[in-house]
Nanobody
Framework: VQLQAYGGGLVQAGGSLRLSCETS????????RGWFRQAPGKEREFVAA????????FYADSAKGRFTISRDNAKTTVYLQMNTLKPQDTAVYYC???????????????????WGQGTLVTVSS
């Protein structure tokens, strides 16, 4: 396992969770990182990304204003702080690593070479 997502769980609507994406076996230095999610019966969708080179952050419209992607000083662990959670945020959340750190299609799963195993987030109404 090279990427592993942690921090999922059951939370009530309006609550918060903080997901972590940790690395093992390699540090992914130079890799941009992203968070995606997949709800039952739906395609995997982009949530947020952070570009390696300059730390620029990108968000899906559904995440703007509620979610924050960040990374630690070593740039190896990436976090997703999720606030004001809604039932429609219920999904398995995956972290991913992309070798691109200039202009890239950060919202496309195909831009990412490495994927973690996912962590389930369930938001109850």
């Amino acid at each position: 396992v090279q990427l592993q997502a942690y921090g999922g769980g059951l939370v009530q609507a309006g609550g918060s969770l903080r997901l972590s994406c940790e690395t093992s076996g390699r540090d992914f230095i130079g890799y941009s990182r992203g968070w995606f999610r997949q709800a039952p019966g739906k395609e995997r969708e982009f949530v947020a990304a952070i570009r390696w080179r300059d730390g620029r952050r990108f968000y899906a419209d559904s995440a703007k204003g509620r979610f924050t992607i960040s990374r630690d000083n070593a740039k190896t662990t990436v976090y997703l702080q999720m606030n004001t959670l809604k039932p429609q945020d219920t999904a398995v959340y995956y972290c991913a690593a992309s070798p691109y750190n200039e202009v890239y299609d950060y919202w496309k799963p195909g831009e990412y070479d490495y994927w973690g195993q996912g962590t389930l987030v369930t938001v109850s109404s």
